[in-house]
């Protein structure tokens, strides 16, 4: 019963109970033993159970949506483990979201959000991504494993690529309401953490220089008038086939050393 979810956990139930009566009548008839009453508790016992099962998959399923898969599953001992890896980072932002939210409500702008994110966890998961956190109109997610033969930059670079071509089908709405939607995206690479924070109300995230430089690239989207720029140590893990060019060495805020930033040749 503990592999089954749901509908089939209960039905395994039942079927045990069935079986437990079939038992008891038998041994009644043949043997002359009394049973009935073992079966009554057995039945209690199993259904119980069953239900308990029933409900904890619910309640697993439900902290899955909100638990990144790189944390660990929910209930396992590694759920609170901090983790390192090499890792791609990719940030978008939403540009002038803050004239739109003036001029739409509340409601509208979060109803255009949900279809936003939507959309762009697809594709994100498409790629083997995993977004750790949406900050109002922001994205921050992270690729750590390869996928159909793509090392995690690739696949970063391809999902970036792949959302700024579907943001004109995207835009209609937001186009409908009388605003503009305008994305820029930043990507970086490097060692990052990943785990919880806080006490009482636990929070997923990802720590590490890649997560501030990609921040710090995708603002730089608007000056160098390219909406996706990605670091030198993505450039380094591209494949092969990918042309980078390069677009301007700068100077991020926060850091002394300069960058190198490219774009999609």
């Known amino acids: 019963v503990r592999r089954f979810r749901g509908v089939r956990a209960v039905g395994a139930v039942l079927l045990l109970i069935a079986s437990s009566i079939v038992l008891a009548r038998h041994l009644l008839a043949e043997q002359g033993i009394w049973m009935y009453l073992f079966s009554c508790q057995l039945g209690i016992g199993l259904t119980w159970g069953g239900m308990a099962l029933a409900e904890s998959d619910k309640v697993t399923n439900m902290l899955t949506r909100f638990v990144p898969s790189f944390i660990g599953k929910p209930g396992t001992t590694g759920l609170g483990e901090v983790r390192t890896m090499d890792a791609s980072v990719l940030f978008s932002d939403i540009r002038g979201y803050t004239g739109i939210a003036e001029r739409l409500s509340a409601v509208d702008t979060l109803t255009m959000l949900n279809a936003y994110h939507s959309t762009v966890e697809d594709t994100i998961s498409m790629y083997g991504g995993t977004i750790v956190k949406t900050p109002g ?32 089908a995207m835009a209609r709405e937001w186009e409908a309401a009388g605003v503009k939607l305008d994305v820029g995206v930043g990507l970086d690479a490097g060692e990052v953490a990943i785990g919880l924070v806080g006490k009482h109300h636990l929070e997923p995230t990802v720590i590490g220089d890649p997560v501030n430089v990609a921040q710090r690239l995708e603002t730089l ?45």
């Open 137 to 168: 109109d922001a994205v921050l997610a992270v690729f750590w494993k390869d996928t159909d033969d793509l090392n995690h930059a690739t696949c970063a670079l391809r999902c970036a690529e792949e959302i700024l071509r579907d943001l004109p």
């Open 221 to 265: 989207t608007k000056t160098l008038k390219c909406p996706l720029i990605f670091s030198e140590p993505i450039r380094e893990r591209l494949s092969e086939e990918i042309q980078a060019e390069c677009l301007d060495e700068v100077t991020v805020k926060g850091r002394a050393k300069p960058l190198r930033v490219y774009g999609v040749g």
